[in-house]
């Protein structure tokens, strides 16, 4: 395996079913990486590898810990990954503080925080034995710029963030060789391709010199 570059990476995609997740599993593919594409729908699994045939597709709840225990126990069998693309996300909210409501609280959190926790406290000693580990997670400008209708969006992305830092320190003390990203866009809509671009470069030397990025993806460039 080379010292740089995705040729050869195992790489895990989180949420591999969305127009993003296809993107970014289509060029990693493209760049030689082994790739695995994780989604909790059976049927929108298997449209994936119809159309990325060069991907293996896995059905994981991975908000569930003990599903993805039972997924890490698979992939343990034959390799170790090198890479952690969290895509898992998903909006609610409008309606000012008072229509942030409970159900769309506990919807964001178990989607975009909870997966997150479950599949990097289970992969995360992958990353840190491997010689080019790499995660990432996209974030929101709204982090940054919360308003009342986005309150509990925006919080729920402060808090991926926050365990990605946490993350990155880590990687610092005990594993100069892996780094962690987080992308931040206001809409992901029309920037999959850009998504998928940035994905592949993770394994370029100049990235890995820090062990925290924080990277604004904008139509504008």
Excluded at 7 to 24: F, M, Y
Excluded at 28 to 34: D, N, W
Excluded at 87 to 108: C, I, K, N, S, Y
Excluded at 130 to 150: E, F, M, N, Q
Aim: proline fraction near 3%; charge should be negative.
């Amino acid at each position: 395996m080379t010292e740089n570059g995705v040729a050869g990476r195992t790489v895990l995609v989180a949420g591999a079913t969305s127009a993003a997740g296809i993107a970014v599993c289509r060029a990693l593919a493209a760049g030689g990486a082994h790739v695995i594409a994780v989604g909790s729908d059976a049927g929108r699994v298997s449209a994936l590898t119809d159309t990325v045939p060069d991907v293996r597709g896995v059905v994981c709840d991975l908000a569930d810990l003990g599903d993805v225990e039972r997924l890490a126990e698979q992939i343990h069998a034959h390799q170790r990954i090198d890479g952690l693309i969290h895509l898992v996300g998903g909006w609610r909210g409008g309606g000012g503080l008072a229509g942030q409501t409970d159900e769309d609280w506990d919807f964001l959190e178990r989607r975009v925080l909870t997966t997150l926790r479950s599949t990097t406290r289970v992969f995360v000693d992958d990353l840190s034995a491997s010689d080019a580990g790499r995660l990432a997670i996209v974030s929101s400008t709204s982090v940054d710029s919360p308003a009342p209708g986005g309150a509990n969006y925006a919080t729920v992305k402060s808090a991926a963030e926050t365990w990605v830092r946490a993350i990155a320190r880590g990687f610092a003390k005990t594993a100069p060789a892996a780094s962690a990203t987080i992308f931040v866009v206001a809409a992901l809509d029309g920037l999959e391709s850009r998504l998928a671009t940035e994905v592949v470069g993770l394994w370029d030397a100049k990235r890995a010199s820090d062990p925290l990025s924080r990277v604004l993806l904008s139509p504008d460039g």
